[in-house]
């Protein structure tokens, strides 16, 4: 697959094609994929699996990486923790990134832990001014170390907080303007977060800058009655189907990858599951035609 490589204030700027499909690389699925090559456009390693390993899952990586891109997902950033950034941590991810010359790396709009704990779970923080410029410091700060551009993930949230004055597709839209980040957009932590705080996903959808979107993200989630967990366990629902069509019609399109955290299928089953989104697409691309 063809990478472009323009650059962006000074920093190395990898791109997929609009119309990349992608899979979460996920353990269970390492041997089909020595085995088999298959055809996917590119994989996504969560970065905290490989930072650390100097055997044989760093040079699994390195054998896929040779053969598709990569990109990077972390979840132990906490970007928007009040703890310092940790130093360490970024020079390990500093390291992993320079070796696998990663498509994109990514991490979440969150806060995982403080005073040296990590709660391993991302947090939701208060949307506000003050938080905005908290936040864009210490993306800046991470940029600065990587030599590239940060996209974080919009996180999946279970209530709001009563002192937020910004709309969450605002603050993300603030933050790429002051730092020159990208989105990691995740259609099911939309639907997510609108179900448990009473949002319109459409409206969300709509307020998206897509000129800053380089993916989006495929999830399942599970249905708790009087709310919705983000669990990356189940297919992915009708609902987030349609809005992904309406992700799709709105921002022309961007690299779309499906992730499974639990309840993990066979290899050939997740990659059934993505080629649906060629379908939706296809679905848009029909209804724009016949408009």
Not at 64 to 81: F, K, N, T
Not at 98 to 107: A, C
Request: aromatic content about 6%; some cysteine; charged content about 25%.
């Amino acid at each position: 697959m063809r990478l472009e490589r323009p650059e962006r204030r000074g920093r190395l700027r990898l791109t997929l094609p609009r119309r990349a499909l992608g899979l979460g690389l996920r353990t269970p699925h390492v041997d089909d994929i020595l085995e088999r090559w298959p055809t996917v456009d590119w994989f996504e390693a969560i970065s905290e699996n490989y930072i650390d390993s100097a055997g044989r899952p760093r040079a699994i990586l390195r054998r896929i990486a040779e053969r598709y891109p990569v990109s990077l997902h972390g979840v132990s950033l906490s970007i928007g923790s009040t703890a310092p950034l940790d130093r360490n941590y970024l020079a390990r991810l500093k390291r992993l990134v320079d070796e696998l010359q990663p498509v994109t790396v990514s991490d979440h709009l969150c806060w995982t832990g403080v005073g040296g704990l990590n709660s391993h779970d991302l947090l939701p923080l208060p949307l506000t001014e003050e938080a905005l410029s908290h936040v864009a410091g210490r993306v800046l700060a991470v940029q600065d170390v990587l030599g590239r551009p940060l996209a974080l993930e919009n996180p999946s949230s279970y209530l709001r907080f009563t002192h937020s004055t910004l709309e969450e597709p605002v603050f993300l839209r603030a933050l790429c303007e002051a730092t020159g980040c990208e989105l990691l957009l995740d259609i099911n932590n939309v639907h997510v977060t609108c179900q448990n705080t009473g949002g319109d996903p459409a409206l969300y959808l709509e307020a998206i800058p897509w000129d800053r979107v380089v993916q989006m993200h495929l999830a399942g989630h599970e249905d708790c009655g009087t709310h919705l967990v983000d669990t990356h366990g189940q297919p992915v629902a009708p609902e987030v189907w349609s809005l992904y069509e309406l992700g799709w019609r709105l921002g022309g399109g961007a690299p779309t990858l499906l992730e499974r955290d639990s309840n993990i299928p066979a290899f050939d089953e997740c990659l059934a599951e993505l080629r649906l989104a060629e379908r939706h697409r296809a679905g848009v691309q029909a209804a724009e035609a016949c408009a």
